[in-house]
């Protein structure tokens, strides 16, 4: 999820049953993010995921 979406993202989990669902997050926007930058979020969002898993 970006950052811009968060709140969206909880309201939905919370609408469907799973308030406090985790998921990553990363920098808004995306649409015009370069290669480099989206590289680098995606790393971001691995090390975020694996911290779940992890748990």
Do not use: W
């Not at 808004?28 to 590289?39: F, T």
Request: hydrophobic share 55%.
């Amino acid at each position: 999820m970006t950052t811009n979406f968060v709140s969206a993202a909880e309201l939905m989990a919370q609408v469907l049953g799973m308030p406090g669902y985790a998921f990553a997050i990363i920098d808004h926007p995306v649409s015009s993010a370069s290669d480099a930058v989206l590289r680098e979020r995606a790393i971001a969002a691995l090390k975020q995921g694996r911290g779940f898993l992890l748990k």
